[in-house]
């Protein structure tokens, strides 16, 4: 009778000892949060080179982020995940053991390889990252790559107006979080986001009001959240004029 030989790489142990287990839970987590840290550090270039970018158009009103679903992004995200799914595995953690147990030679490995790909991918990120950007003017909307104009819209060209002032809670007794959404649609699913990174609402509400008032004019259909009690958390902070402003910007 012969038997099957086991590969080389895998242990012939059934059951690693704690430490072990252990050393492999504390690997992923180290390698999360290295993930975590390499697309923060690639991720702290990008949004500066966007807004450079963004303040070189004539007349910009508001900018907004076109690069969410870049590979390098995705792909960080993926590597944030892949630890705690590979790693307490290859340590001998049944729980987690997608990959069997592996000789400590072959757990080095990967988590060398895993390091590695990490911060690759950080680097890739700050480098490709950011050239995609999305710019509003009184005229209309641009959207650029790598500081070149890739398509224009008017504002008179927009199919529908969509957002409002919204409030959410985690539960009954949180204190309410508050946000703003201003989005303008066009024919071919394009959407420009003029709520993107709102810093003051008062001169934001002042900036799109020019904007607004030229949809309404063109006759571009409203689908606005009536948010009434969100309305006056922002309407408190500012003047009773930018206050009239932004409660007509964001009119249902």
């Known amino acids: ?15 690693a000892d704690p430490l072990t287990k252990m050393s492999g839970v504390a690997f992923a987590l180290l390698l999360i949060v290295g993930a975590i840290v390499a697309l923060s550090w690639g991720d702290g270039s990008v949004e500066p080179r966007m807004e450079a970018a963004a303040n070189q158009t004539p007349g910009m009103v508001a900018w907004w982020r076109e690069d969410v679903n870049q590979l390098p992004l995705l792909l960080g995200i993926v590597l944030a ?3 705690m799914i590979l790693v307490p595995g290859a ?30 991918d950080g680097l890739a990120y700050r480098m490709l990252g950011g050239r995609d950007i999305g ?39 949180s204190e309410p ?12 699913g394009r959407d420009a986001r003029l709520s993107f990174r709102i810093q003051d609402v008062g001169p934001w509400a002042s900036q799109v009001r020019v904007i607004d008032d030229r949809l309404t004019a063109a006759g571009v259909t409203r689908a606005m959240e009536d948010g009434a ?5 922002y309407s408190e902070s500012i003047s009773k004029e930018d206050g009239d402003v932004l409660r007509h910007v964001l009119r249902p």
Request: with cysteine; hydrophobic share 40%.
């Open 135 to 173: 710019v509003a003017t009184t005229e209309g909307a641009t959207w650029l790559r790598n500081g070149l104009p890739r398509e224009r819209w008017r504002w008179e060209q927009a199919i529908g107006v969509s957002g409002g002032c919204w409030t959410s809670r985690r539960n009954s007794l």
């Open 229 to 233: 009690g969100c309305l006056a958390h």
């Open 91 to 120: 340590f001998g953690v049944r729980s987690r053991q997608l990959l069997p147990m592996l000789r400590p030679r072959w757990r080095a490995a990967l988590v060398a390889a895993l390091a590695m790909m990490i911060a690759a």
């Open 1 to 15: 009778m012969t038997y099957a030989r086991r590969p080389s790489h895998m242990i012939e142990k059934d059951e």
């Open 177 to 188: 979080t508050y946000g703003l959404n201003y989005l303008v649609h066009f024919p071919n």
């Open 81 to 83: 995940l892949s630890p």
